[in-house]
Nanobody, 126 residues
Framework: QVQLVESGGGSVKPGDSLRLSCAAS????????MAWFRQAPGKEREFVAA????????YYADSVKGRFTISKDNAKSTVNLQMNDLKFEDAGVYYC???????????????????WGQGIQVTVSS
């Protein structure tokens, strides 16, 4: 059974850093695209970052470029999201996602991911 489990969320102040981790199990994820999405209250789920399956290149939403770094460890079946200089607008529930077949043009589209974690809360407040 495929399972994605997020950890590392919490409550921080603007400018702080957090590191989210997602542990995948149930099969090998070395050939999967793995991504992070987030959802704020009253808003749709939005793409944050992903590592594309074919060559491991990272992609980011414009809103997090230069502040967030995604990394994938195929040996450990984990994907991490280092979040620096957090802003109020970064708050929300963060979800880990994985898919083995999506194409690059769909990397930011949540509908194309087959597997999801349960989500973890990130709160940014002063």
């Amino acid at each position: 059974q495929v399972q994605l489990v997020e950890s590392g969320g919490g409550s921080v102040k603007p400018g702080d850093s957090l590191r989210l981790s997602c542990a995948a199990s149930g099969r090998s994820f070395s050939r999967d695209t793995m991504a992070w999405f987030r959802q704020a209250p009253g808003k749709e789920r939005e793409f944050v970052a992903a590592v594309f399956r074919s060559y491991g290149r990272a992609y980011y939403a414009d809103s997090v470029k230069g502040r967030f770094t995604i990394s994938k460890d195929n040996a450990k079946s984990t994907v991490n999201l280092q979040m620096n200089d957090l802003k109020f607008e970064d708050a929300g529930v963060y979800y880990c996602a994985a898919d083995s077949t999506l194409i690059l043009s769909s990397i930011s589209d949540a509908r194309h991911y087959d597997h999801w974690g349960q989500g973890i809360q990130v709160t940014v407040s002063s």
